[in-house]
Each structure stands twice: as structure tokens, then as C-alpha cells.
């Protein structure tokens, strides 16, 4: 076995760190590491945390670590931000927030940033989530910063989803909702201490009564989280939040569904992985060779169309390809 | 000239409308059809309108008709959904409110929403954006509902962007103002009749002195719009926001940044017609023939990884293809 792999599997930190940045940074040898580790992945049981900005997502997953640790649980979390293409970095203020945790070995915490191209942060998402099964973690919590259909292919590599609500984020929320139910196993409305709390909860409840979804056997718990700092019932929520995430992994289980989950899993693996062998090298090639500018003036002075172009490109790598 | 695209070119609401289905549906007949409109693209000014949920921008791209309109120019507005691959519709909520342009013939609105493949949605936004400027419109609304990577590249197909945010939506928005603040090129501080706008204005105002694009030139300026329910203010602001859009608009002109958009949304759309060229295909054949499935199986029981599937699968796809 690679040194690096087996360092790894050993839980070494450092090791663990170096190939999530070499994904992150889609350095070409990153890909023939994911391979060697793949047959040691598998056994975790990965919970994905998503909702729109502003709903808590980091507070909880905090004060969830602390909860799971508390059982003994070793822990991965990997959060996703997916705005920082552009600054280059990692979530500060989540580094900082979750920072009380650097010091417990059982806790293995990491940030990603997009970089660049189609597919590729969920990928990216999905390879690091390999790293650190790799690693042994019992449990792994991707959180997404975002919403939208990213943060929803990030989620689809999670066994059990849960969905952060927060009372008068407005009408868009609301038209959400619908969205949001397909993917949710859990929901929790969080900030519960607030105005519209009790509605909110009200319209998830009826809503999931006629949600088709519910009929095969798990209806998601609507978990009500107040306020951190106010005094009463923040750490009994998280508990249920727990708690309500532990019973639908043993729902998954008994019901035969977590075989599904696996499988809806390796095909968005697969998707991915397509993405990075078929369409990433020509994307490379056309940068490199100064061919994407060419082609670029071409359609901006309307001398040929998007389809025409890739037509044409596709024809080329292919000819190309097939000499050699 | 094929008939439809004539009618297009036209002006013909239904037949326009019946193309964006096609595109939003992905019938192969559509690709053929966007390559014959091409050459009657590109006349229009696009307006990209993004920011987190809840903050307002149905609302703003309802006022902004109504301002536009009163200069006389002709609208086509795409409202972008990213939930609802789920529902499987357009945004209810959206459509109602800006009803009362429907009577408008000078306004054409439609609403996108996302179906399957990897960035798909961005592509089909970019493709319905080709059918409005081929229907003569002035100027193209692209507003997107969530924020995130995804909106990141549909508001690539604008020429001019507009983010939107409001006071209070918590830390997640601060950490995200450094990366909306590369994309901006109007920040409107909506809803600035509420705690914390001024606060939030004189951030961004600050972060913008700071920042290495308002040395090209153009310094985002930060429009204060107030409740659209409260008394006094709200139509001048509504008004000082079009002026800023259009003040962009002439800066572009002028220093010929607006060569450089072009060129941006260019290679944009040779990518996602590289998507739909080289990846979909083989997606699509993985699906109907079955052996996505059995793929699947195969890496959910850790007999193969992801990347050596897609290579097999690459493999047999080029093998295919040098047979024909």
C-alpha cells in the first residue's frame, strides 16, 4: 500500500489535510490516490446539513460535534463554500466557530472552495468525503453554505439530509420549501424563539402530511432549536436533532432504503468522475493551447454559435485521440 | 429562414415560448434551432439581478419594469428557479407578482427552471436569453433565485450585475459579501428602511475603497432602496437604480470593458455547449441502456471506484464512436 494511503487509514492528520487540498487544487495525482483508497471507504455514515444563508447551519453543526462526541463518536466535518472562488479561501468565521474542537483528536475538520469548473466542487466535495472515511471517522457532516441545485448535488453524496429552516426569511423560502422537502430527512427550524417559529412549523407539518414521500414509511421530524444564547432547551434540541438523524439512519437500515441512498450515491460518483476524465481534459487542452480565446472571438462577433464550436472542438479531440 | 425562427425574430410570444420549453425540456430538436437563431443574437443589453433568498428581487425586477418601461424600451425578464427540479415548475410566487406586466406586450416574462445534467440550468438560461434577444427585446432581466456557484455562472450570460442584500441576514451574508463583491457591478441594499442598512452600506462602501476593481475604473455604487410598502422614496430609489444600471452600461461602452464581457459570456457558452455535446450524450446512454445502474452497483460494493468506471466508460464511448 502507498505510504500516503496507509498513513491515512491510520488517521493521519497531516496525510488527510495534504490530499484534501491536492483535490481542492485538482492536482492530477489526487485522482490516482482516490482510487487506491476507494476500497477502504464506505463504512461512515455521512450527514449532509444545507439551507440558505443566515439559517444557523454552522451553529448547529457546532453544537451537533459536541453532542456526537459526547457518544464517543469520532467525527469528519467537511464545510463547502461555495462563493469562494473568488476569495481563494476557506469559511473564516466557521473555522473560528467550530475552532473549540482543534484540540480533540476525535474531530477532523476541513473547509473547501470551489475551484473552477463544472461539477467540480461537488466532486471535490465527495472525494474529500473519501479521505476522511478513509481515516475511520464514525460519522461525517458535509455542510453546505448556499442554496441551490450545487448544494443539492453536494447533499446527494449524504446518507441522511437534514434541512435548516428559520422563521421570516421571507416568500422565496416559502416557494423553497417544496424543494427543500424532497431532499429533507430531518428539518429543523432553528432561531425557534423567534416570531412566525410555531407557523413555520405548522406548514412544514402540513405540508409533509401530503408529501407522497412520507407515505413510504419516514416521515422527517420537524426539530425545533431555540436560540443559543438564550437560557433553556438549547442543548435538549440538539439532542433531539441527534436523535431524530440516529432514527432515520436505523430507519435507513431496517427498511432496506440505505442501499438506495448508496446507490443514488455512486451515480452522482460516477456523474462526477465523467465530468473530470471526459470534459475536463478538453476544457484544459482549449485553455492551454489559446484555442478558447480563438473560438471565443468567433461567437462574440456572431461568426459561429456555441454548438457549431463545440461540434467542432469534439470532432477534433476525437480525431486526435484516435492517432494516438 | 425556418419558420419558427422567423416568427421569433418576429416578435411572436408563442412561438418564442415554445422554444424555451424545448430548451428547458431538452429536446434534441431545440440545439438545432438555437444555432439558427444565433445569428440574431447579441443587440440586447442583459441585466443579471442575484443575491440570497429572501432578499427582495422579485420585487426590485417588478419595479425595474415598470421604470424601464417608462422610457419605452421592450423586456424580457427570465426568472431562474433552482429548487425546482423537486416541483418541477416555475416560481408561483414570481409569476403573480409580476402579473400585471402580462397585459404588457412590450414585456415578455418566463420562468426557467432546472432539469437534470450538470450545468444544465446555467445553459439553458444562457440559451432562453438567446431567444429574447432574437425577439428584439432592449434590454434581458436574468434574475436567479438562491445564491451559490450555480447563480455565479447564469449571471455570467449578463453583461451588467446586480446584487442584491438586505440588513440582518447573519454572518453567513458577511462572509459572502467578499465574494458577491467580485461579481457586483450595482450593489442595491434593499429593504434600507430596516435596522443595520446603514451598517451594511457603509461596509460595502468601505470594502469597495478597498478593493482592486474599483481601480479599472468602475466603482460599484450602493443604491439604497427603501420598503416598497412604506410612504416616500421607494420609486426614486427604484429610479436611481435603473440610472445606475445604465451608468454601467455606458462605462462599459466606453472604456471597452464591454469587449471583455462579451468575451467572458462567450467562453461561458462554449462551455455549456460542450456539456450538452460531449458529456450528455454519454450520460444519457449510461441511463438508457442500463448500465449506469450496473455501474453503480459495482462502486457501492467497493468492487470498482468512480474514476476507473469513467475511464471505462470513456474508453468504450471512443471505441464506439471510431467504429462509426
Not at 450527514?47 to 457546532?62: E, M, Y
Not at 432549536?225 to 432514527?247: H, L, R, T, W, Y
Not at 427498511?255 to 468522475?273: D, H, N, T, V, Y
Amino acid at each position: 500500500m502507498d505510504s500516503i494511503i496507509k498513513k491515512i487509514c491510520d488517521g493521519d492528520v497531516r496525510s488527510a489535510s495534504r490530499l484534501i487540498r491536492d483535490i481542492e487544487d485538482k492536482l492530477p495525482d489526487a485522482k490516482a490516490k482516490i482510487k487506491k483508497l476507494y476500497a477502504h471507504t464506505g463504512k461512515s455514515f455521512i450527514i449532509g446539513i444545507t439551507g440558505a444563508p443566515g439559517a444557523g447551519k454552522s451553529t448547529l453543526t457546532d453544537a451537533l460535534i459536541t453532542e456526537l462526541r459526547k457518544h464517543h463518536k469520532t467525527i469528519g466535518v467537511l464545510a463547502v463554500d461555495p462563493t469562494s472562488p473568488f476569495t481563494g479561501g476557506a469559511i473564516l468565521g466557521d473555522r473560528i466557530r467550530m475552532q473549540r474542537h482543534a484540540e480533540d483528536s476525535g474531530v477532523f475538520i476541513r473547509s473547501l472552495a470551489t475551484r473552477g469548473a463544472l461539477g467540480g466542487l461537488s466532486g471535490a466535495a465527495g472525494n474529500a468525503i473519501h479521505v476522511m472515511e478513509a481515516m475511520g471517522k464514525d460519522i461525517i457532516i458535509v455542510e453546505t453554505v448556499g442554496i441551490g441545485q450545487q448544494e443539492i448535488d453536494i447533499v446527494n453524496h449524504a446518507h441522511s439530509v437534514v434541512v435548516v429552516l428559520v422563521p421570516g426569511m421571507g416568500d422565496e423560502i416559502q416557494t423553497m420549501k417544496a424543494g427543500l422537502m424532497e431532499i429533507a430527512d430531518v428539518f429543523v427550524v432553528n432561531k425557534a424563539n423567534r416570531a412566525g417559529a410555531k407557523q413555520l412549523q405548522m406548514e412544514l407539518s402540513s405540508m409533509l402530511n401530503l408529501s407522497p414521500k412520507t407515505a413510504d414509511g419516514w416521515k422527517p421530524p420537524v426539530v425545533m432549536v431555540g436560540d443559543a444564547f438564550e437560557p433553556g432547551g438549547f442543548a435538549e434540541n440538539i439532542a433531539q436533532m441527534a436523535k431524530s438523524i440516529d432514527e432515520h439512519h436505523i430507519y435507513l437500515r431496517q427498511s432496506g432504503k440505505f442501499k438506495e441512498r448508496l446507490q443514488r450515491k455512486a451515480m452522482a460518483e460516477i456523474k462526477e468522475a465523467l465530468a473530470a476524465c471526459l470534459l475536463e481534459p478538453v476544457l484544459h487542452s482549449l485553455i492551454e493551447s489559446g484555442e478558447l480565446e480563438k473560438y471565443s472571438e468567433k461567437i462574440k462577433n456572431r461568426k459561429a454559435d456555441p454548438y457549431s464550436v463545440a461540434e467542432e472542438i469534439t470532432e477534433k479531440f476525437f480525431q486526435k485521440r484516435s492517432k494516438t
